[in-house]
């Protein structure tokens, strides 16, 4: 049980280095700074930004919360499992997964509405 936390642990420590983030949060500025008739759904750039900043946000959040609940993430490391190690662990998976759906979200927005595919394909002439 403890070399499955130990990887578990190693395994998520990997995943947020904050490079993506922060190229993100660049590339979005630059977008609407030069760049902002290329945005083609607001709703869907917006959605991106707000995904971004939760996503960046609920780390020191669940810190603090943590802290305050008598815990902390070093603790959680030393010590074997405890009742808020699902909430330490799920901390750190929902930072990427929030991450991912907003460069989604970020890309989708810009995507112009007259380039996505037909569904049904055009008649041959001779046809």
Not at 103 to 123: A, F
């Amino acid at each position: 049980m403890p070399n499955e936390t130990l990887f578990i642990s190693q395994l998520l420590q990997q995943v947020g280095s904050g490079w993506l983030p922060a190229v993100m949060l660049v590339g979005m500025l630059l977008a609407l700074l030069f760049k902002p008739e290329r945005v083609q759904s607001w709703a869907l750039f917006r959605l991106s930004c707000w995904l971004l900043a939760v996503s960046i946000i609920i780390m020191p959040v669940m810190n603090v919360l943590l802290g305050f609940m008598g815990g902390s993430a070093t603790s959680f490391r030393s010590s074997g499992i405890m009742p808020e190690a699902f909430i330490f662990y799920t901390m750190y998976a929902i930072s990427p997964i929030l991450q991912g759906i907003s460069i989604i979200c970020g890309l989708l927005s810009m995507i112009p509405n007259g380039s996505r595919l037909p569904l049904v394909p055009p008649k041959h002439p001779l046809e």
